[in-house]
């Protein structure tokens, strides 16, 4: 059987008085993960796998985050 993939809303929300949108990377294997960090813990909490360039692009516009805004976590 074949199924449709279903199409995401163009943007989501986040709460941007309580996180902060982050990338976790490793500094041996270069994984990066996607998230917000809770900025009264200090907890990450992932979002999603990012493998490739285009798809932080498509993490930060789904979100309406800018560049400047994303924290780099190592």
Not at 9 to 22: C, G, V, Y
Not at 31 to 42: H, I, K, M, Q
């Amino acid at each position: 059987m074949l199924f449709r993939k279903r199409k995401r809303e163009n943007t989501e929300s986040f709460d941007r008085t309580r996180k902060a949108p982050a990338v976790r990377a490793s500094i041996c294997t270069g994984e990066r993960v996607a998230g917000f960090v809770d900025l009264e813990t200090g907890n990450f909490e992932e979002a999603e796998y990012i493998g490739s360039d285009a798809q932080l692009q498509d993490f930060m516009k789904r979100y309406g985050i800018r560049e400047d805004e994303l924290k780099k976590i190592y």
